[in-house]
């Protein structure tokens, strides 16, 4: 029985999908500083992969977090519906896109808007919920070519600021 470094257990091992396309240098993500007018359902995000894009979006996860400096409720809660196909008014803000390899050229191909104006919202994908911390959507899934995603947020109190991540990859369609 011979002595298996870790160095070698590591290098042994399946990389995870993370793992995989950081080493292509496909892994980026898009932060957001977002603002609550209202308690209501808000159109808050817009992921959009543009139909010549050649791309497939793998988002791997999301997350939502509330500025608790910013908020007079000492309970609060932040919800979140996801929307596929929403039809589009106007895109919004433009989100900056980071790529995850520090030093790394790739550009992604996906566009994320904040504050979108949205007339319907679409198909309804799945939804969450958290209090009095954030709300992080480990579900991944996958934005083909010419495709749109709506992320609505709701916090029970107008005066909170919150903080949006999007994480993701890029793989040929």
């Known amino acids: 029985m011979s002595d298996i ?23 980026y993500c898009a932060p957001a500083t977002l603002s609550f007018s209202g308690t209501g359902w808000l159109d808050k995000i817009l992921i959009r992969n543009p139909s010549d894009s050649g791309k497939n979006i ?46 790394g050229s790739n550009t992604t191909q996906l566009e994320v808007y904040s504050d979108p104006t949205i007339s319907v919202n679409g198909q309804a994908l799945f939804r969450c919920a958290a209090i009095n911390n954030g709300v992080d959507l480990c579900t991944p899934f996958k934005i083909e070519p010419n495709n749109e995603v709506l992320i609505q947020l709701q916090v029970n109190d107008a005066n909170n600021g919150a903080w949006f991540n999007i994480f993701w990859a890029e793989d040929n369609a």
Do not use: S, W
């Open 58 to 103: 793998i988002v791997f996860m999301t997350k939502a977090y509330l500025d608790l400096a910013a908020t007079t409720n000492q309970l609060n809660a932040i919800n979140c519906r996801v929307f596929k196909g929403p039809t589009i008014t106007a895109d919004g803000t433009t989100v900056n896109t980071r790529n995850l390899t520090v030093g």
């Open 5 to 27: 470094t870790i160095k070698e257990q590591l290098e042994q091992r399946v990389p995870t999908l993370e793992e995989h396309f950081l080493r292509r240098d496909l892994l």
